[in-house]
């Protein structure tokens, strides 16, 4: 909470979290609690979280119930997830297509620019699929 609190007052409130490794095997219930103790606590509206999803080294996964409780309970304050758990199966595209698409198996990730967008209108497409996050 003190480094997180030190980041925030000098400007930097984006904060990539690890869950409490120390823990033996916690539940979602306490992972929960840990996350709400520390957003509650700080209590800053321009806080972002960054949940750090690494089981090799934290030995704490993170499921995505858990992450979807966290989205909903906090909002904006969960701004991401980073997950150093699998590689993805497949990418294609770059940074000169204005579209990347990455394959996790359950879950692919569109980056698109703009217009990309509009024109290839995905919500439609995916209509019945879950969206887990939107940034524009």
Known sequence: VALTRSSCEAGYCNALV??????KAPSDDGLYAF???LIDTLGRDDLRIY???FPPMSQVPLS?????????AFGPIIAGLKD????PISREGDAGSHW??????????HVMSKPEREFYQ???LWSE????????
């Open 64 to 72: 995505v119930d858990l992450v979807l409780r966290l989205r909903a």
């Open 129 to 136: 699929a879950s969206l887990l996050v939107h940034v524009v």
């Open 35 to 37: 996350y709400a103790g």
């Open 100 to 109: 990347l698409l990455v394959d996790f198996g359950g879950v692919i990730v």
């Open 51 to 53: 949940l750090y999803h």
């Open 84 to 87: 150093d758990e699998l590689p």
């Open 122 to 124: 995905l919500e439609k």
């Open 18 to 23: 690890l869950p409490p490794y120390y823990y």
